[in-house]
């Protein structure tokens, strides 16, 4: 309820801002035996005062209080800070809604505040304090109650004032409500127009002391836009406390002043928007605060008598839920405030205590006999055995109490006198109506009569002692024999004659301690003992012979016989299928789904169940599918362990289990109202950065992390405010987990070392068969890869893959080829090689020794008629022989490799100086690049230059009549330049003689791809020079 109130001299007003609200869906209402939980400052709320209680659409329950904002979700309570950052300090937080983008807003004094999903924070927002109309000072009340268009309308508790937040430029607009003196009303200021995104659900509801209640709304026309119009109301009770609207019809609260408020009576009129009228008035004879509706029902909170609830068809009060001192599952408190219903949910702000909850629809399973009654009572709630006599009233054995009786409500009536002290195992009653048990002896209470007597054990014929004997096990057989076992065997107990036969005393697995006996249809007997176990027996002509055994060692709790073959056995080890016929075993174990290894007791229902009770609550098997649902924590149970054998099957189809604390009843025929499906949330994401965990569950939102991620953890949980801690989550991570994994909710999952990509983490709710059929709740994200590992960057570089293997190859294709073509290069040189040793053999030494040959021929022929001619012809046979030799010499020399074996280029022309200068007593030098021999390797290149500078030296000698003459061969510019001058008296050029060896110069050079220059003149020396490229001669 939003409330805007001001006081005014002759009249009262009462202003209320409210939205309208949708009524839920849901069975009629049971108010009896409800099962309430609660929420407290201890369980972290942040005050026991709870203004409003909301629930989102994620399953989250906030509860504003006057210390802030709580929020919980089925496991903790969460306030301010801990839900978020961003939220402070929070004073008298009351309002609470969720808009239209899943944002959450909360009313304050200090601010309007938001907590927004997308980014996990709180934000606040407020305006400046501003000068009231009486000129006090506004304090900052905001309280929204709804949006439009991203627009928030809030009202204010204090003043006349309400406020329309802009969500997009986050800017507050405000109009007042002014009081017009001359007609004594309060009207509003004018409506701004953005406001009328609010008039269908926007109203005023005041007093007036001369016209009565008024409701005011906003409406609009084509001439006066939006404007104000006011309906007066006939009816009047005492100080208008607020009105609610459902529908067409809205509920407007009356409360009658009283000095004792708590004997302040109410009234609740119920206008009718269509009528225009009143339909009813409600007169209530007790304070109330605030209503609900919820299928055709008003839940109506008081200040001292907890929730009344009014039928609208009838207007009658059909139930009243209220606190009770001796059910710790009532309300804490009589004094509600507050009431709310969400999703068959009721939700209750008790005042000073903090909040109950429970559902409205019929529960499961209700606790009976609790630790409050039984100390009360001064007896025990340690239930061992429970019977239903025919008047429908129960009777218990205690565990220290002895036996005592409940009403058809389970409610303790007595003790049975006599029985105070005993500690009895186990309790049977017989279709006479007695009750059989005993632990130092059999004892026997007949329930019409009151009657309690002892079996007689003294008998002479008597050979078995029963004095200090514990009866562990009651059964009977299909002839109703009452079958014990006992501390000293197996008995057959005759009733009616009150007298006690041991069974077939002969059988040693009779005669000792017994813990357990059965007898099928069949007279099969089943009997356990500790030494021996659990054993089949079947009677045959007078003998007892055994048929069966179990090998498995374990100790049977109960036995239920489902027809003529099925027997099934709860055990310390487990739940038994025993086929009687075949003598086969099949065993139901928690790998097969039972919350506990050990069964204490049995019941059949209608619905073709079987309901166990264990040491980790109830459990339910589906006979036909052997499937089974296990109920932890589930809502009025009397505690998760239960005694061995203590079960009844009501009259009426209920199922009551005994345990350490009191009854559980259950009511088969009831859908179990927390077996909705809870919803799923992941609540806190972990990683090297800040991790929103809410807004990543569509692959269109996939959260980035950086590259280099190490790890990601997963906190999560199922949002359920029941049975929150028996649930079971599943989950698995795409790409990386092969099969789901189950974890106890709330679950936490943690992945190191992820590689780079794209991945979904799921989640799911229930049992391993149900994964397949549940929908997942999901967070997507994406872990961003280096450059390097980037799809271009891998493109990129299969590219230079891709081309450096075709340079690669096209380096190699090249080489091999400049290989061959470096091998048919030199085997080219090689035969040009060839060609000119053998040009140089024909063309030089062919006619040189031709001339011999003719000069020796001339000789001979001259030596007798012409001897001087003869000695001319030997001459220059000798002369032609030496040329001839030194020819050979040379091209032996060029042919010859550069090593420091043979005669370097520089010594090879300082022999050909010496020999052609020193004689004609000329002075030469010799200069020679010390990397010439390095650089000049090529045979026909030697050779060539030492016959060019061996002719121009020739020539010097023979004809230049020069003193001195100078030599030089360098290395420029990748050529060998070959220098040779004199001072001789030169020649003319233009008057050259043939044979002076010039042309062959020229020659020798331009063969190897030379220059050759002759600078000359008559009278002043000779300089020649011969330029030959090395590079082509380089391989």
Not at 344 to 369: A, I, R
Not at 963 to 982: H, P, W
Request: charge should be neutral.
């Amino acid at each position: 309820m939003n409330t805007i109130e001001v006081k005014k001299r002759t009249f009262k007003t009462a202003i209320f801002c409210y939205i309208l609200f949708l009524s839920y869906s849901s069975s009629q209402a049971q108010y009896e035996n409800l099962q309430f939980r609660h929420l407290t400052v201890d369980d972290g709320l942040a005050q026991s005062v709870v203004n409003s209680i909301f629930k989102d659409s994620r399953g989250y329950v906030w509860m504003s209080t006057y210390s802030g904002i709580s929020r919980f979700d089925g496991i903790r309570v969460l306030s301010n800070d801990e839900i978020a950052s961003g939220a402070g300090s929070i004073s008298q937080s009351a309002t609470v809604f969720e808009d239209s983008k899943g944002n959450i807003w909360i009313g304050s004094v200090e601010a309007l505040i938001k907590f927004d999903y997308t980014t996990n924070k709180f934000y606040k927002y407020n305006r400046s304090s501003k000068v009231g109309l009486e000129g006090t000072k506004r304090k900052g009340y905001y309280f929204p109650f709804a949006e439009r268009d991203g627009k928030i309308i809030c009202s204010t508790m204090a003043f006349p004032v309400c406020y329309i937040f802009d969500t997009k430029d986050e800017s507050f607009l405000e109009f007042d409500v002014s009081i017009n003196k001359s007609i004594n009303l309060v009207v509003p200021e004018v409506i701004p127009q953005v406001a009328g995104l609010f008039k269908d659900i926007f109203l005023y509801v005041w007093y007036d002391e001369k016209k009565g209640t008024a409701i005011t709304t906003m409406a609009e026309s084509s001439g006066k836009g939006l404007y104000w119009k006011t309906i007066y109301v006939k009816g009047h009770y005492g100080d208008l406390m607020g009105a609610k609207k459902y529908g067409d019809i809205m509920y407007i609260i009356f409360r009658q002043s009283n000095s004792n408020p708590e004997k302040s009576t109410s009234a609740i009129h119920l206008y009718n928007f269509r009528t225009g009228k009143v339909d009813f008035i409600y007169h209530l004879d007790y304070p109330i605060n605030g209503l609900t509706e919820n299928d055709g029902n008003l839940y109506v909170a008081s200040i001292n008598s907890g929730i009344h609830i009014i039928d609208l068809k009838t207007m009658t009060e059909t139930g009243n839920i209220r606190h009770h001192p001796k059910m710790p599952s009532s309300l804490m408190t009589n004094y509600s405030t507050y009431v709310y219903i969400f999703d068959d949910q009721l939700w209750v702000s008790s005042w000073g205590k903090g909040v109950d909850y429970t559902y409205l629809s019929p529960q499961m399973f209700h606790q009976h006999l609790s630790a409050h009654e039984a100390t009360q009572n001064k007896t025990d709630n340690f239930i061992r055995g429970i019977v239903e006599d025919e008047n429908g009233h129960f009777w218990c054995n205690t565990l220290s109490k002895g036996i005592i009786q409940l009403n058809e409500k389970l409610e303790y009536l007595s003790t049975i006198k006599g029985t105070e002290t005993i500690q009895s195992a186990s309790i049977y009653i017989d279709k006479a109506q007695n009750l059989y048990f005993g632990d130092k002896v059999l004892l026997k209470y007949n329930i019409k009569n009151k009657k309690l007597q002892s079996f007689d054990h003294k008998k002479p014929d008597f050979k078995y002692s029963l004095q200090s004997n514990d009866f562990q096990y009651f059964t009977c057989d299909k002839n109703d024999k009452i079958l014990a076992a006992s501390m000293s065997g197996v008995f057959e107990i005759d009733g009616q004659n009150n007298q006690i036969h041991p069974l077939n005393n002969d059988c040693n697995e009779f005669t000792e301690i017994q813990q357990f006996v059965y007898k099928d249809r069949h007279d099969r007997l089943y009997a356990f003992s500790s030494f021996h176990g659990l054993n089949v027996f079947q009677e045959k002509n007078g003998y007892t012979e055994k048929i069966y055994s179990f090998e498995k060692a374990f100790i049977p709790r109960h036995a239920y016989e489902q027809n003529d073959s099925i027997i099934w056995f709860g055990t310390t080890s487990g739940l038994i299928k025993y086929n009687s016929k075949r003598n086969t075993e099949i065993w139901f174990t928690t790998s097969n789904g039972l919350p506990d290894n050990t069964i204490y007791a049995i019941a059949p229902d209608m619905y073709g169940r079987l309901w166990l009770s264990t040491n980790r609550g109830i459990s339910t098997m589906d006979i036909a599918s052997e499937k089974f649902k296990n109920y932890f924590n589930s809502l009025g149970q009397q505690s998760l362990e239960y005694n061995r054998h203590s079960v009844c099957i009501t009259k009426d189809g209920r199922i009551l289990f005994g345990g350490i604390n009191g009854i559980t009843s259950i009511n088969p025929s009831v859908v179990d109202v927390t077996s909705r499906r809870p919803l799923l949330e992941f609540t806190s994401v972990q990683s090297e950065i800040e991790i929103n965990p809410y807004g990543h569950e569509k692959a269109s939102e996939t959260k980035i992390l950086p590259a280099g991620t190490t790890f990601i953890e997963f906190q999560f949980k199922a949002i359920d405010y029941f049975k929150s801690k028996e649930l079971q989550l599943h989950y698995k991570l795409d790409g990386i987990d092969t099969k789901w994994e189950s974890v106890q909710n709330p679950g936490y999952a943690r992945y190191i070392n992820l590689k780079p990509g794209k991945y979904v983490f799921k989640v799911v709710e229930g049992g391993k068969d149900e994964l397949k059929t549940q929908k997942a709740k999901t967070f997507y994200f994406e872990i961003a890869k280096f450059w390097w590992q980037t799809l271009v960057f891998k493109i990129l570089m299969v590219g230079l893959l891709l081309f450096m293997v075709y340079f690669v190859l096209q380096l190699w294709i090249k080489q091999k080829l400049s290989a061959e073509k470096h091998t048919l290069e030199k085997q080219l040189v090689i035969l040009k090689e060839q060609e000119r040793i053998s040009s140089d053999l024909h063309d030089d030494i062919g006619s040189t020794l031709s001339s011999i040959s003719i000069y020796s021929e001339l000789a001979d022929k001259y030596y007798q008629t012409f001897p001087e001619k003869s000695q001319d012809m030997i001459q220059k046979i000798s002369k032609q022989s030496k040329e001839l030799m030194s020819r050979i010499e040379d091209i032996i020399w060029s042919l010859k490799p550069n090593t420091e074996h043979n005669i370097s280029i520089k010594k090879k022309i300082q022999e050909i100086a010496l020999e052609s200068l020193f004689l004609k007593n000329i002075i030469f030098t010799l200069e020679v690049d010390e990397n010439t021999d390095h650089l000049v390797t090529e045979p026909e290149l030697r050779k060539n230059i030492v016959l060019i500078i061996k002719e121009a030296l020739h020539n010097i000698a023979k004809y230049s009549e020069a003193t001195e003459a100078k030599i030089s061969i360098q290395y420029e510019q990748k050529n060998i330049v070959l220098s040779i001058s004199d001072n001789g008296i030169g020649f003319d050029q233009n008057n050259i003689k043939k044979g002076n060896g010039l042309g062959n110069m020229k020659k020798r050079t331009s063969d190897v791809n030379g220059i050759c220059s002759i600078q000359t003149a008559t009278g002043s020396g000779t300089f020649i020079t011969c330029s030959i490229p090395i590079a082509r001669f380089r391989y």
